[in-house]
């Protein structure tokens, strides 16, 4: 079953210069996502992935084309710092639930569990403000895990990470894989992810220029769609995930 279908989508935004030509953002992408797979969506800055994800989101509307997924995913922004509502990661996961209107003596419980299954357990009730980066990241999820989404979106979730953070973030994305959420990473680190992907893309310029086996990338131009080619210091695909 497709947890994401796009088909035929286009995103144009006017310029801020007046005489200028109409800035395309996204440029007739097509592309399907199985339900419970790991996508990894690469590409350069610039290259329309997080344009993509707010409109598979549902944060903002295509130019043209249409964009249908099974359920509403969550998201975890590159700056998870901000997606904290919270003052502790207990009460920043609560938000959620309570905003669901879920039966108040069911949040407790559904908290518990989300901080257990981020590895937050620990720091439940710490100034999420103290947080590192990666358990910023963590909470993030936590709090969409307590929703009950069953699509995440990860954009650019390794920037700013140090390397026990990429490993710690990675082994939660591999746990949330096997336990079948549908899951798109949206990065030009691929070296550190790629190995986990059942499918991997590459926008370059608004346009899909690769989608399929992460296996039969490795062998394409990658530098000229502005991705660095990881088999410059790996040899085999297994090897391109950072883990501990």
């Not at 707010?54 to 901000?82: E, H, M, N, R, Y």
Request: charged content about 25%; aromatic content about 6%; hydrophobic content about 40%.
């Amino acid at each position: 079953m497709k947890a994401i279908e796009v088909k035929n989508l286009y995103k144009v935004f006017s310029s801020l210069v007046q005489g200028q030509a109409p800035v395309v953002a996204l440029d007739d992408v097509s592309l399907s996502i199985e339900e419970g797979s790991l996508t990894v969506i690469g590409g350069a800055n610039g290259s329309g992935k997080s344009v993509l994800m707010s409109i598979i989101a549902a944060l903002q509307k295509p130019s043209d084309g249409t964009c249908t997924s099974l359920s509403k995913p969550g998201l975890v922004f590159q700056d998870a710092a901000s997606q904290i509502l919270g003052d502790t990661p207990r009460d920043d996961i609560a938000v959620g639930p309570r905003n669901q209107k879920v039966n108040k003596k069911e949040i407790p419980l559904i908290v518990e569990k989300a901080l257990a299954q981020t590895n937050l357990s620990e720091k439940a009730d710490w100034p999420a403000l103290f947080l590192s980066g990666g358990e910023k990241r963590r909470l993030a999820v936590a709090s969409i895990l307590a929703m009950q989404k069953d699509i995440i979106i990860f954009d650019e979730p390794y920037a700013n990470l140090d390397y026990p953070g990429v490993c710690d973030l990675n082994a939660l994305i591999q746990k949330l894989h096997e336990n079948k959420k549908t899951i798109l990473l949206l990065t030009h680190e691929i070296e550190k992810c790629l190995g986990l992907a059942d499918q991997f893309v590459i926008l370059h310029k608004g346009k899909i220029v690769f989608d399929g086996k992460p296996q039969d990338a490795l062998n394409q131009p990658l530098e000229s769609w502005g991705i660095k080619n990881p088999l410059s210091s790996y040899k085999v695909l297994k090897d391109l995930v950072w883990q501990s």
